[in-house]
T-cell receptor, first 110, second 113 residues
């Protein structure tokens, strides 16, 4: 079974600071996704990474994928309060299955 | 239109009730999914339908019964649930192998009493 781990699980950071969330997975996959979830809400797709070396940026968030290391990163630049949410990575296994990471609960403090 | 619509948004049911959750998408996606999410946990895959056929059943108890009447609709029939089945149930869809991004519905918050 494909295992997906994220760290940290909880992250409290001040506005304006930078930080990186890590997503490691256990078996070969070329497809990785990042989602955001606000409390009590559904998942919002942030990034789709489909190849080794893929890098995508949207606003203050940048995601990258290293399939050889089985690692993806979500980098936050100059955090703002609106980024407070839980962030999940998900790896695609065989048969259209998405396996979710443990999630990182991010709180941005003014 | 990148919308996946789930109904109802909230559901309270007794352990002897039978109810159904519904999910609809009109994006032409051929893969549809049911996930269960407990509080502060990641979503757990329950079922995958690919081209209207059940392709994955992740050892889900038989009190959960999925149905895919057509390519736009996905149902989850519930019967004799337990209080521990209370959770957020999320439906998602994706196009196919070439366009794998999954879009999620808003979820049904289920409470079993």
């Amino acid at each position: 079974e494909l295992k997906v781990e994220q760290n940290p699980l909880f992250l409290s950071m001040q506005e304006g600071k930078n930080y990186t969330i890590y997503c490691n997975y256990s078996t070969t996959s070329d497809r990785l996704y990042w989602y955001r979830q606000d409390p009590g809400k559904s998942l919002e797709s942030l990034f789709v990474l489909l190849s080794n070396g893929a890098v995508k940026q949207e606003g203050r968030l940048m995601a990258s994928l290293d399939t050889k290391a089985r690692l993806s990163t979500l980098h936050i630049t100059a955090a703002v309060h609106d980024l407070s949410a839980t962030y999940f990575c998900a790896v695609e296994g065989s048969g259209n299955q998405f396996y979710f990471g443990t999630g990182t609960s991010l709180t941005v403090i003014p | 239109d990148t919308e996946v619509t789930q109904t109802p948004k909230h559901l309270v049911m007794g352990m002897t009730n039978k109810k159904s959750l519904k999910c609809e998408q009109h994006m032409g996606h051929r893969a549809m999914y049911w996930y269960k999410q407990k509080a502060k946990k990641p979503p757990e895959l329950m079922f995958v339908y690919s081209y209207e056929k059940l392709s994955i059943n992740e050892s889900v108890p038989s009190r959960f019964s999925p149905e895919c009447p057509n390519s736009s609709l996905l149902n989850l029939h519930l019967h004799a649930l337990q209080p521990e089945d209370s959770a957020l149930y999320l439906c998602a869809s994706s196009q196919d192998f070439l366009q794998p991004e999954a879009f999620f519905g808003q979820g049904t918050r289920l409470t079993v009493v």
